[in-house]
């Protein structure tokens, strides 16, 4: 069974552009959740889907948002970039049912986001 | 709010030695979950082992075992017969009941394994 896939791995943009990462989940995982990891504020809870709908989202501006398909793939976009937005944006997905032991997340490698 | 700290941002250890990482956190809840992960150079992040916190039984997984003490809120990592491939950054985390997959992680501990 294929892993989590985030794609790129690695992204270099400007202040002020906008991004978008995809997430592919394992095959029958419904919930994809984000991450950040800076150096600075470590890791950090961005937002969770679930069939589609967002269930529970971190401290992060508005300027973060995300979204996922019909297939559960989901996508994160990060408009007018700033330099603090440079990080390693995981993805992890999960069946969602039951209790961890039933739904453990699996993390992919990571897309790692450069601001200049 | 719940928070998750970890003491030592870096720990060494010889091969085949055993090493202890240490782990707190703060919650007003009373059933939760609490996790390592392990993150190696590769940048993905691995479930290395978990905790009910309704069990009182120590979680175990091959050379991986935890002492959880509850009322201390304290959840640490013992790594028995330390092997190279172990050397990475270990995160210790927490998740509340109700919380879907939102995960509170602490500061990492990177850990070296000499040979």
């Known amino acids: 069974k294929a892993g989590v896939t985030q794609t790129p791995r690695y992204l270099i943009k400007t202040r002020g552009q906008q991004v978008t990462l995809s997430c592919s989940p394992i095959?029958?995982?419904?919930?994809v959740s984000w991450y950040q990891q800076t150096p600075g504020q470590g890791l950090q809870f961005l937002f969770e889907?679930?069939?589609?709908?967002?269930?529970n989202k971190g401290n992060f501006p508005g300027r973060f948002s995300g979204r996922q398909f019909s297939n559960s793939r989901s996508e994160m976009n990060v408009s007018t970039l700033e330099l603090g937005d440079s990080a390693l944006y995981l993805c992890a997905s999960s069946l969602a049912t039951g209790t961890p032991e039933d739904s453990p997340l699996h993390f992919g490698n990571g897309t790692r986001l450069t601001v200049t | 709010a719940q928070t998750v700290t970890q003491s030592q941002p870096e720990m060494s250890v010889q091969e085949a030695e055993t090493v202890t990482l240490s782990c707190t956190y703060d919650t007003s809840e009373s059933d939760y979950y609490l996790f390592w992960y392990k993150q190696p150079p590769s940048r993905q992040m691995i479930l290395v082992i978990r905790q009910e916190a309704y069990k009182q039984q120590n979680a175990t997984e091959n050379r991986f075992s935890v002492n959880f003490q509850k009322a201390a809120k304290s959840f640490s990592l013992k790594i028995s017969d330390s092997q190279l491939g172990d050397a990475a950054m270990y995160f210790c985390a927490y998740r509340r009941k109700t919380s879907g997959s939102r995960l509170t992680f602490g500061e990492g501990t990177q850990l070296t394994v000499n040979p």
């Open positions: 889907y679930f069939s589609e709908t967002q269930r």
């Open positions: 095959s029958g995982h419904r919930s």
